[in-house]
């Protein structure tokens, strides 16, 4: 069988059966946002990985090597915050070029250790290697829960209120005015350059954005204690994939009023200059790591107590469909459309 | 400056320096064979991570999918094992090029869940995506020890007696073996063909010590929990490197006896198929995923009572030196001549 036709999803599946529990300390294991495991009797171990590789997920003529850093840390916090995990150790291995110069490598780290070290996750191991194609990074983040506290994606009941922090898309617009700005120049250009030669302060926002995302870390921790959440995920797929998502680990369905999707004014200002509507990048744009959660009934008032901002988007409903209410008031299929690596 | 002129361990020093304590919970960070993390007063996090890439670890054409997938593990395993720790967690990311199918990446989670599971390692998490260029895995162990049987590369003292696990060079000698298959059939050959087509059963093991290594898990643990070593680390760049590492880190010197350094029959029988003398590849070979351990003569006594079967092959000295006495019994000085990945 080819990969393209089992799709990455199927795979995954495929490696979960080959890989059922074989410790009853596994609480979570393949298929949430981070591994859950039972360490002593009060806490809980988190874990959680991601692979980022030159040319897939980036692109060495739109970024610099320490928003790099900087990112493949953030990407990982944002799992541990997506389980309400407070983070606490790292580690990062890279396969690197003879291309790339030593001070680039320390930029990454430098980029990389800022962010950790604000979210007082310290590095702890990892591996260096040649490549011979490519930059790659494998970045591993260790955390830390109670077992009371956490949440996965499959606890969403029907009558569940769905809330998303942040402003969502940004980051996917700020993707396409880098490359836009990239192939304008033609030559390769330092993405701080991009940012600085041809840009507003709102598209500066998007790539900001994109480039250094801020992982919900602390609003995470908050929701996770206060216990008034029923599930929860991280936005990097996109707002469609990851309702999705929670709504199949939760055996439920998902109704969206297309006018609660948060957009930011950066977003709605820049719209001349994008390709597609502000909505279709908060629907499907991916890579925003901002949270998406559900409240029962019953958490409202511990929810309400804790001041975060976010939108109260739409509502867990019964069945299994997702759908999306438009400007008009007429419903339609929210179809999910997050990236699949292995489809084309 | 440039990566070559850096190195791989000035590069790692660089990290180190970047990435300072910001825990009060890391009891060993970057620098050892694994970190040792604080989770509760009685028990320690052990965390280490591996990335293997095609064209610089392994090459498709001397090796099949289920060997690669267990041998991802086993160099993990052995850098617990070099701990003294009980193996509980992995997490494996792959990136992977369209022209690989499906099942041959399924044969590697094969290979992987053989091993893992025989140490009672659950997958518990990790991530899959495209490659561009080529396959590459990257892996997380987690294990446990306790803080009372904590072994690291830096308790070494002038007098501890130098023992090894197992026979050294193999590895290296089936690695050679194999690639000389492969050259020979011309064509792309899996290395099960290789094995099949062209070997006698003594090259058969050392084919099979390279692409199937067995960490020495339980060896490691009764070691660290007898509490009779001083310093171990897992022999992965091979003998001089290794026991370098070993002196560096316990700021000592050692003298080894080349004739005591362990050789198996299969290596002595296929050494006229090899270009270098099989003492060569004991010293410089790496891959072997020995164990290299240093016991005090306070240990000794305890140590005999494991029964382990390992060859006793110098002593730690003053000074920095590190010697080897040949057969004829002179001293010559033993360089470490483990691999550079950013050296050429």
């Known amino acids: 069988m080819k990969l393209s036709s089992l799709g990455e999803f199927g795979l995954i599946r495929k490696i979960r059966k080959l890989s059922s529990r074989t410790s009853p300390l596994t609480v979570i294991g393949i298929g949430d946002d981070a591994a859950a495991l039972r360490i002593s009797p ?7 990985t991601d692979m980022l590789v030159e040319g897939i997920h980036f692109n060495l003529s739109t970024t610099d090597l320490y928003s ?19 983070p606490r150790f790292c580690l990062t291995s890279l396969s690197i070029p003879s291309s790339v110069p030593a001070e680039q490598i320390l930029d990454f780290y430098r980029g990389f250790n800022a962010l950790a070290k604000t979210h007082h996750a310290a590095l702890v191991g990892g591996d260096t290697c040649a490549s011979g194609n490519g930059l790659i990074i494998s970045v591993t983040i260790l955390g830390e829960t109670n ?23 940004d980051s996917a617009a700020g993707m396409e005015l880098l490359q836009a700005g990239s192939r304008s120049q033609k030559s390769e250009v330092r993405s701080q350059k991009v940012a600085a030669s041809f840009i507003s302060r709102e598209e500066k926002r998007l790539i ?13 921790k908050k929701i996770a204690q206060a216990r008034c959440a029923s599930a929860m995920i991280d936005i990097s797929d996109g707002l469609s994939s990851d309702l999705g998502h929670i709504c199949e ?5 998902a109704i969206v009023h297309s006018g609660k ?30 949270l998406l959660f559900t409240v029962p ?13 976010a939108m109260e988007i739409g509502t867990i409903t019964r069945g299994r469909k997702l759908l999306i209410i438009d400007e008009d008031g007429e419903k339609k299929p929210l179809k999910p459309t997050g990236y699949d690596h292995f489809a084309r």
């Open 42 to 48: 009060a806490s809980l171990l988190l874990a959680t």
């Open 147 to 169: 077992r009371k506290w956490l949440i996965t994606r499959s606890g969403a009941k029907p009558g569940d209120r769905i809330f998303v922090t942040g402003t969502l898309g």
């Open 261 to 290: 999707v948060p957009l930011s004014a950066a977003l709605l200002k820049a719209k001349e200059r994008l390709k597609h509507a502000p909505l279709q990048y908060a629907l499907s744009g991916g890579e925003d790591y901002e």
């Open 297 to 309: 009934p019953s958490g409202m008032k511990r929810f309400a107590a804790l001041n975060i901002p």
């Open 208 to 220: 900001q954005k994109h480039l250094r995302p801020e992982p919900r870390v602390e609003w995470g």
């Open 249 to 253: 680990q939760s055996k439920a369905g």
């Open 68 to 86: 790099l850093g900087w990112k493949s840390v953030a990407v990982n916090l944002s799992d541990i915050a997506a389980m309400g995990g407070v």
